[in-house]
């Protein structure tokens, strides 16, 4: 199997080739991977389904042991996948508090973080554009 990643590559039912897409996908291919899903409201004004997560953003875990927990996102893991919330921490054996990594496929945006003012002129166009 070739390792080189492929833009082009369409699909597979096989889980295998299907984690290495994801595995060899480059970080821009990557970090539209960990886009989130928005709120109700945030959909209706942005006119678009979800976005790629930023730090700072408002979120609520819908799955896992977490579920219902709201955070703000404290860091995000562009080659893993993963993103991690300032309010949930997981206890070690140790009996240590370390950062739980989420999927970005259980999180939803409750609110974003517009500080940017490249990611605030571009979530305008979004709403205008759709």
Do not use: C
């Not at 199997?1 to 290495?20: A, G, L």
């Not at 678009?48 to 893991?77: C, H, Q, S, W």
């Amino acid at each position: 199997m070739k390792n080189d990643f492929s833009k082009h590559w369409v699909s597979s039912i096989s889980p295998k080739k299907q984690r290495k897409y994801r595995r060899n996908a480059d970080l821009n291919s990557k970090r539209k991977m960990l886009s989130v899903h928005l709120s109700k409201e945030l959909r209706e004004k942005y006119k678009t389904r979800n976005l790629p997560v930023r730090k700072g953003d408002a979120v609520i875990v819908m799955r896992g042991k977490f579920a219902g927990t709201e955070g703000k996102i404290d860091r995000v893991y562009t080659k893993q996948l993963k993103v991690t919330l300032d309010s949930v921490k997981a206890m070690t054996r140790k009996g240590n508090k370390v950062p739980f990594k989420f999927r970005p496929s259980s999180l939803l945006i409750k609110e974003l973080n517009v500080s940017d003012n490249w990611r605030a002129k571009r979530l305008e166009n979004y709403g205008k554009a759709r």
